[in-house]
T-cell receptor
């Protein structure tokens, strides 16, 4: 079966760094996405990894290891507005996204 | 404003009633999707359409139907609503469905449906 595992909730301090991990098992693999979703709002695209390694985009970076079925999202210089849920979503062999339940990130001053 | 629009944003519905959630996009995207999001669960795909005139079943299609008469519109119909269909429904679109596409989805703001 297909399975996504990410922590339910994490807490971090403003200005700090946080790493949100995601492990996955899918039928085939065509890349992995991270989305951000603020409470009561729609998900918005953050990153896409299809090859192993680190992709950096400003304060956010995403890492992928296909052999380990593992990805992480790294957020630096945390701001209060980063309080949101972060959704890990690998794409399977049918090019369908398989969504994790999301990690709720709470930022404290 | 370019993007994807859903209506209604919120609705309370009696069980057994028929309901259509509307979704319109003006980005000329070929692929469109309907998801439901429930607390503690990931987004679950209900139905999708890779291009106008075609539709397909997702992970949880039972009790729902869709149509794709043109590129812009992708309505979702609940023929006879049941309480288990209480959820937040998101419509999304992408440039292409698969292959040669990063797969980035653009989401509508969601429709919160309560079935009593």
């Amino acid at each position: 079966g297909q399975n996504i595992d990410q922590p339910t909730e994490m807490t971090a301090t403003e200005g700090a760094i946080v790493q949100i991990n995601c492990t996955y098992q899918t039928s085939g693999f065509n890349g992995l996405f991270w989305y951000q979703q603020h409470a009561g709002e729609a998900p918005t695209f953050l990153s896409y990894n299809v090859l192993d390694g680190l992709e950096e985009k400003g304060r956010f970076s995403s890492f992928l290891s296909r052999s380990k079925g593992y990805s992480y999202l790294l957020l630096k210089e945390l701001q209060m507005k980063d309080s949101a849920s972060y959704l890990c979503a690998p794409m399977d062999s049918n090019y369908q996204l398989i969504w994790g339940a999301g990690t709720k990130l709470i930022i404290k001053p | 404003i370019a993007g994807i629009t859903q209506a209604p944003t919120s609705q309370i519905l009696a069980a057994g009633r028929r309901m259509t959630l509307r979704c319109t996009q003006d980005m000329r995207h070929n692929a469109m999707y309907w998801y439901r999001q429930d607390l503690g669960l990931g987004l679950r795909l209900i139905h999708y359409s890779n291009t106008a005139g075609t539709t397909g079943k997702g992970e949880v299609p039972d009790g729902y139907s869709v149509s794709r008469a043109n590129t812009d519109d992708f309505p979702l119909t609940l023929a006879s609503a049941v309480p288990s269909q209480t959820s937040v429904y998101f419509c999304a679109s992408s440039v292409e469905a698969a292959g040669g596409n990063t797969g980035e989805l653009f989401f509508g703001e969601g429709s919160r449906l309560t079935v009593l």
